[in-house]
Nanobody
Framework: VQLQASGGGFVQAGGSLRLSCVAS????????FAWYRQAPGKQREWVST???????YSADPVKGRFVISRDNAKNTVHLQMNNLKPEDTAVYYC???????WGQGTLVTVSS
């Protein structure tokens, strides 16, 4: 199983980024996926999860700003991040829920 994350970068506060995670070696449609993040000096924390149906739920700090989605035809999970804040600065990781399969992470830096 491989999870290839991309889309991170440097953005000013209030800006947007869209992360992508392409999965291979897995039956994509039958799995649940999540995004996590780890800020410098902090523990990794859960951000958002998308179910097989496409329904999703998110952590309170990102609710209303981040939207997770999935494209089963492209084996891809997205994280649309809007109205970014400096406290969103972190390495973002995608994960297959219920497994130990993690992507390599993509860095998001938000300047004030």
């Amino acid at each position: 199983v491989q999870l290839q994350a991309s889309g991170g970068g440097f953005v000013q506060a209030g800006g947007s980024l869209r992360l992508s995670c392409v999965a291979s070696g897995i039956n994509f449609a039958t799995n649940v996926f999540a995004w996590y993040r780890q800020a410098p000096g902090k523990q990794r924390e859960w951000v958002s999860t998308v179910n097989k149906s496409g329904s999703y739920y998110s952590a309170d700090p990102v609710k209303g700003r981040f939207v997770i989605s999935r494209d089963n035809a492209k084996n891809t999970v997205h994280l649309q991040m809007n109205n970014l804040k400096p406290e969103d600065t972190a390495v973002y990781y995608c994960k297959v829920v219920g497994s130990d399969f993690w992507g390599q992470g993509t860095l998001v830096t938000v300047s004030s």
